[in-house]
């Protein structure tokens, strides 16, 4: 029975080292590719989109977007029509906007995944 649990640890752990390694994999590749979050602090789905990066959220390209007293927009966004966050922007000028699924990030911006 307890190598039963032993090994059941080491499969949990070795999933979650793994997990980190393809989020931050992907954050690095975002950046090399020069894709940025327009993002504001405020932003519930903001933070939905940090979230799903973890701790390689840090290795984004991230614009604030916000004020800091939440009333309107750095210059920069105001000059990037940004009207939503999150808003991607991806190298070519393209965007996506609203949470996105980290494959669909991958994909959009010729990442591995």
Known sequence: MK???????LITLLLLVSCGN?????????????VKMYGAFWCSHCAEQKQLFG?????INY???SLPDRSGQTQICKEKNITGYPTWELADGS???GVQPLGILAQRAGCAW
């Open 3 to 9: 190598k039963i649990i032993i090994f059941g640890m």
């Open 22 to 34: 393809q989020e931050k994999e992907l954050a690095n590749c975002l950046t090399q590719k020069e």
């Open 55 to 59: 701790s390689a959220f840090q290795n």
């Open 63 to 65: 614009v604030e977007c």
């Open 95 to 97: 965007r996506l906007e």
